[in-house]
């Protein structure tokens, strides 16, 4: 067990439709990363947080949006849904930002979110 | 920009034979490197990492990886397969480009370890 909670573990939904995933890091973790699994774009970085900001930006969508809120949970945000979406969605955390424990360290990840648009 | 390859989309052996997962880096300045773990339907499990110092990093469950600097390759090793080790092993390299601290991982490689 990582220590990072992911919910909804499954999510049914339709095209055109708006879901959020929820995460909850690791007790102490201030940084929350979000990554798409899917079979023809492999493992993509999304989004990272930092203690309530965003603090990176990947291949993220302009439908898809995150936020971390002050007890650090976050939610990812994705709507219009379109059939490419369906995807194993990750959350990860870990302990710092840009400082050396934070270059350093290694992701923590949850059991993930997985999302199928039918 | 930052990234990692893993040329192999699958890797068989045999169990008790040794195991290597092959990875190459491409980065500007010191990499800092990861191998992750993913059984069917789960998340990614930390192994090991290389951040300076020897070469030969000592991992999770046996496995470790040797760090070449010339050749550009953090590769994944095993002196004797169990085929629990069958899974989806993921490469990774530290963004450095960016303000945060995000993973870049590689395509993955599955490996089949058989009885």
């Known amino acids: 067990d990582s220590g990072v909670t992911q919910t909804p573990k499954h999510l049914i939904t339709a095209t055109g439709q708006r879901v959020t995933l929820r995460c909850s890091p690791r007790?102490?973790?201030?940084?929350v990363y979000w990554y798409q699994q899917s079979l023809d774009q492999g493992l993509q970085f999304l989004i990272q947080?930092?203690?309530?900001?965003?603090?990176a930006k990947g291949n993220i969508l302009e439908r898809f949006s995150a936020q971390q809120f002050p007890d650090l949970h976050s939610e990812l945000n994705l709507s219009s849904l379109e059939l490419g979406d369906s995807a194993l969605y990750f959350c990860?955390?870990?302990?710092?930002?840009?400082?050396?424990?934070?270059?350093?360290?290694?992701?923590?990840f949850g059991e993930g979110s997985r999302l199928t648009v039918l | 920009a930052q990234s990692v390859a893993q040329p192999e989309d699958q890797v068989n052996v045999a169990e008790g034979n040794p195991l290597t997962v092959k990875c190459t880096y491409s980065?500007?300045?010191?990499?800092?490197l990861f191998w992750y773990v993913q059984y069917p339907n789960r998340g990614l499990q930390f192994l090991l990492k290389?951040?300076?110092?020897?070469?030969l990093v000592k991992g999770s469950y046996g496995f470790e990886a040797e760090f070449n600097k010339s050749q550009t390759s953090f590769h994944l090793k095993k002196p004797s397969a169990l085929v629990s080790d069958s899974a989806l092993y993921f490469c990774?390299?530290?963004?450095?480009?960016?303000?945060?601290?995000?993973?870049?991982f590689g395509k993955g490689t599955t490996l089949s370890v058989s009885s």
């Open positions: 990860a955390s870990s302990v710092a930002s840009h400082s050396s424990a934070g270059r350093t360290g290694e992701l923590f």
């Open positions: 007790s102490g973790d201030l940084s």
């Open positions: 947080y930092y203690n309530g900001e965003e603090r």
């Open positions: 980065v500007s300045g010191n990499p800092y």
């Open positions: 290389y951040i300076t110092g020897d070469n």
């Open positions: 990774a390299v530290r963004d450095l480009n960016q303000a945060g601290t995000a993973l870049i």
